[in-house]
């Protein structure tokens, strides 16, 4: 999808009153993201965790905006050890369904396997509602979810040393709701993604 296609896929959706929705998957692992911090001189900081347990939290997520960049939510569904899989973006699908019931949604996401699994395409075609795009390969920067996860997990979540899964499901949960919290932040990420030149120019229309 160029931006051309994508200005045109927001344009429809306003067309239709339908939510634009963007959804990405990411996993907070044991093993910690390192990054340079503040300490005494002489001191090198240690951050200890299990270097070779890579057991790690699973979450889909979306963010849901109008079309015209009014409002904005981020909506998720975690899974503590284990992958996200076809199974489970069906699954987060008809939850999204229900969370908006008879809005139109314009699904946006990458061409990640398990997004065009047999089972998932089935979905999409038994339910109307849903007009589904697909992001081009390799460009993980124009999906603003991307940011939502980098803010979390490396930069909130950096040097956690967390060893325990239960406690790494709630940070994760907590430093994730933090973000989804902060409109401005959001919008922040919708400008990192080059997505608000966008909106702005369906709104304006």
Same mark, same amino acid.
């Given at each position: ?10 344009? /429809?959706?306003? =067309?239709? =009153?339908?939510?634009? !929705? ?5 996993? %907070?692992? $044991?093993?910690?993201?390192? /990054? ?11 951050? /200890? ?7 790690? !939290? ?13 409002? $904005?939510? #981020?909506?998720? =569904?975690? *899974? ?14 008809? /939850?999204?369904? @229900?969370?908006?019931?008879?809005? @139109? ?9 398990? *997004? ?6 089935? %979905?999409?075609?038994? &339910?109307?509602?849903?007009?589904? *795009? ?20 490396? &930069? ?25 919290? =902060?409109?401005? #932040?959001?919008? @922040?990420? #919708?400008? *990192? ?7 702005? &120019? !369906?709104?304006?229309?």
């Amino acid at each position: 999808m160029e931006a051309a296609e994508l200005a045109g896929a927001f344009k /429809k959706s306003r =067309d239709r =009153d339908a939510l634009i !929705v963007l959804v990405d998957e990411a996993g %907070f692992s $044991m093993v910690p993201c390192l /990054k340079a911090t503040w300490a005494p001189l002489g001191r090198t900081p240690v951050v /200890k965790h299990r270097n070779r347990w890579h057991r790690k !939290v699973s979450v889909i997520g979306a963010l849901a905006t109008e079309a015209d960049g009014s409002s $904005m939510q #981020l909506l998720f =569904d975690w *899974h503590p050890d284990k992958h996200v899989a076809r199974d489970e973006v069906a699954t987060f699908l008809a /939850k999204l369904l @229900a969370q908006f019931p008879g809005r @139109a949604i314009t699904l946006i996401w990458d061409k990640l396997q398990a *997004h065009r699994s047999a089972c998932v395409r089935e %979905f999409i075609q038994q &339910h109307d509602l849903i007009d589904m *795009h697909f992001l081009p390969s390799y460009a993980p920067e124009l999906n603003p979810v991307e940011m939502v996860w980098s803010l979390s997990k490396y &930069h909130r979540m950096a040097n956690h040393g967390i060893d325990d899964l239960t406690m790494l499901h709630a940070e994760a949960r907590r430093r994730v709701g933090q973000v989804a919290a =902060d409109q401005k #932040l959001m919008r @922040a990420c #919708l400008a *990192h993604a080059g997505l608000s030149d966008a909106l702005y &120019h !369906v709104s304006a229309q």
